[in-house]
């Protein structure tokens, strides 16, 4: 919704925000018509009668958690100039249904898959960016493109195979390099690795390369 449309209520799936935390910047809000005097009054926050404020809520968290399965998803598509940047959402643990990974072996998948994702010679150079999500059940990729998931599936089936067979020293694991060097778990990375190949790419079907209802 933009902010010129006029809206007697917020909508249902908006956040309330502590009223603190209310910003004049924020870019979605909605008009709230006075009833005093009859005029439509622009507000840069959602201010009701009670004095809330609510903020639009982001897509990724619309999202039912509690049916999603560890899988590829298209997770949001951002138009950037004339091109188009998809935005996967690689679960890959069952969230709330499963223990999630530790931050040793994220922040060495972290490493191996970014590393190998800039390297691929289909994809390095559309590659914007490939990170942890902070509830540690999986990973964002971003890639320059309109893509859907089924695309990738060959691209990630490449990058999981590194982590699983990767030997020796991980990249960038050095104090020059990283902010964390030693928070790393090789193998626990390549158990992972292995577990994400077998148990979701290499029989992957819709219900897991498109988001649940
Ligand atoms: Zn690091």
Not at 112 to 129: E, H, M, P, S, V
Request: glycine share 6%; with cysteine; proline share 5%.
């Amino acid at each position: 919704m933009k902010s010129n449309e006029i809206q007697k209520s917020p909508p249902s799936n908006w956040s309330r925000i502590n009223k603190q935390a209310c910003n004049s910047s924020f870019r979605y809000h909605y008009i709230r018509k006075s009833t005093v005097l009859d005029l439509v009054t622009p507000i840069a926050i959602i201010i009701s009668l009670k004095g809330e404020c609510l903020m639009k809520q982001i897509a990724s968290f619309t999202i039912d958690h509690l049916k999603l399965l560890p899988g590829v998803y298209v997770s949001r598509k951002d138009t950037v100039g004339n091109e188009i940047i998809t935005t996967f959402d690689i679960r890959v643990t069952r969230p709330n249904f499963e223990p999630v990974m530790n931050t040793a072996e994220i922040h060495t998948i972290e490493h191996l898959a970014a590393t190998y994702l800039r390297n691929d010679k289909d994809f390095g150079n559309k590659i914007i960016y490939f990170g942890p999500m902070g509830c540690r059940t999986g990973f964002y990729l971003l890639l320059a493109g309109d893509y859907e998931s089924k695309d990738i599936v060959p691209l990630l089936t490449n990058m999981f195979e590194f982590v699983r067979d990767f030997e020796g020293e991980v990249p960038g694991a050095a104090a020059f390099n990283c902010g964390n060097y030693l928070d790393m778990n090789l193998p626990m990375a390549k158990y992972i690795a292995n577990r994400y190949l077998n148990e979701v790419l290499s029989s992957i079907d819709d219900t897991r390369l498109i988001y649940p209802n």
